[in-house]
């Protein structure tokens, strides 16, 4: 599976160009619904059709720039290999898609930009973690959401201890490992009996299988949990390169469960880290907004979103908010409904934060401050209008 970390996103939302379509529709990994999975894509096809009729562009055109996915319909090898979920990106010079771990609402819309709002579950700093489940004899490496979990493939890392020192150098062992990145003191590890052999041994095989796991999640900030018996989680942090492990380990023993299982007990430890984010942003956002330094104005957030003000984005996971924006006016006009010619407003400051590498969140509008649609802390506080410009 490729990963859609942020990174990927900031990506597929640079130079895009209008018409953009977006398609989400909810897909099936195995039984007879998969069967229905390409006559919904066909559905929404025909739906995006539509809709690039009412924005002026005729039948012709349409079907041209729709061609690309609408040669999906007939790929069985594609949909015999789907997740929960599968969102598709198009416009003249490109098809992106994506099978995500996700269940998906059945959506289609096209605007100035990709909507990718369904999506931040995937991508913001309290939607995704990841779980190392290690042993000696088995280590698997785990994406999950709090609604989905799926195996993430570690190339040819290998997986066992066994498998690593066989074909891992016993000399090398001897040179050592630095035990810092920055290159400091170096723990060496000789070849002596007993259970300082086993511990280098197993170290070895960490250093391994650290290696992976960085060359896997590397540029990503999302939190790593390592679920293992007790005594393997001080080796594997001596080993571990990723710099966001959880210092609080699961200790279990991994190898008998479920994906989902593992995942549950992931949560349990994760879950803690992701409220206590939370909480201090929502905490600080009085005393913040006090000081010009946090808003709820949905035109204000745009504006500095725009700006690259933007620390920390908390979305109402309910929201949408038709309208348009005009950046160098710093004016944002909201309508009662979708139009053709309204765009997301929520989903233009996600993008917009996400581009300047905002914190951003997706929480139950209970939380929200001011029970708004958006919230947002700001990194310099916001200028008076008098002084915009000056």
């Given at each position: 599976m490729t990963l859609l970390s942020r990174t990927e996103l900031q990506s597929l939302l640079t130079g895009q160009k209008p018409p953009c379509v977006s398609i989400y529709l909810p897909t099936h990994k195995a039984g007879r619904e998969i069967r229905q999975d390409p006559i919904r894509l066909k559905n929404q096809l025909t739906r995006a059709e539509e809709l690039l009729g009412q924005a002026g562009i005729n039948s012709t055109k349409s079907q041209q720039l729709l061609k690309s996915a609408a040669a999906l319909l007939e790929?069985?090898?594609?949909?015999?290999?789907?997740?929960?979920?599968?969102?598709?990106?198009?416009?003249?010079?490109?098809?992106?898609?994506?099978?995500?771990?996700?269940?998906?609402?059945?959506?289609?819309?096209v605007s100035d930009q990709f909507q990718v709002k369904p999506l931040l579950p995937l991508v913001t700093d309290d939607g995704q973690f990841y779980v190392l489940a290690a042993s000696q004899n088995k280590v698997a490496l785990y994406?999950?959401?709090?609604?989905?979990?799926q195996a993430v493939d570690l190339g040819d890392t290998?997986?066992?201890?066994?498998?690593?020192?066989?074909?891992?150098?016993?000399?090398?062992?001897?040179?050592?490992?630095?035990?810092?990145?920055?290159?400091?003191?170096?723990?060496?590890?000789?070849?002596?009996?007993?259970?300082?052999?086993?511990?280098?041994?197993?170290?070895?095989?960490f250093h391994l299988v650290s290696d992976g796991v960085e060359d896997v999640l590397a540029g990503q900030n999302v939190p790593l949990v390592f679920m293992g018996v007790d005594f393997l989680f001080p080796i594997y942090k001596e080993a571990n390169k990723y710099p966001h492990l959880l210092d609080e380990a699961i200790a279990f023993q991994p190898d008998q469960l479920s994906p989902k299982e593992i995942r549950d007990h992931a949560l349990k430890a994760v879950e803690p880290y992701f409220t206590a984010s939370r909480k201090a942003v929502v905490e600080q956002y009085g005393s913040l907004k006090n000081n010009s330094q946090a808003t709820a104005d949905l035109e204000t957030i745009l504006t500095a979103a725009h700006d690259g003000q933007v620390d920390t984005l908390l979305i109402a996971t309910d929201a949408q908010r038709w309208?348009?924006?005009?950046?160098?006016?710093?004016?944002?006009?909201?309508?009662?409904?979708?139009?053709?010619?309204?765009?997301?407003?929520?989903?233009?400051?996600?993008?917009?934060?996400?581009?300047?590498?905002?914190?951003?969140?997706?929480?139950?509008?209970?939380?929200?401050?001011?029970?708004?649609?958006?919230?947002?802390?700001?990194?310099?506080?916001?200028?008076?209008?008098?002084?915009?410009?000056?």
């Open positions: 790929d069985q090898d594609f949909w015999q290999h789907q997740e929960n979920g599968l969102a598709l990106f198009i416009t003249s010079e490109q098809l992106r898609y994506y099978r995500v771990p996700l269940e998906l609402e059945t959506m289609t819309v994406h999950a959401t709090r609604d989905s979990v290998p997986l066992s201890e066994a498998v690593a020192l066989r074909y891992d150098d016993p000399e090398e062992s001897l040179q050592g490992h630095s035990s810092n990145r920055g290159g400091g003191q170096r723990t060496f590890h000789g070849q002596g009996g007993g259970k300082d052999s086993e511990n280098s041994d197993i170290l070895r095989f309208g348009s924006f005009d950046a160098k006016a710093r004016k944002a006009t909201l309508y009662d409904g979708k139009t053709v010619e309204s765009q997301d407003l929520i989903n233009m400051a996600t993008v917009l934060a996400l581009f300047t590498d905002a914190k951003v969140y997706v929480i139950d509008r209970d939380e929200v401050p001011e029970k708004a649609d958006a919230a947002a802390t700001l990194r310099y506080p916001i200028l008076a209008p008098e002084l915009v410009g000056a």
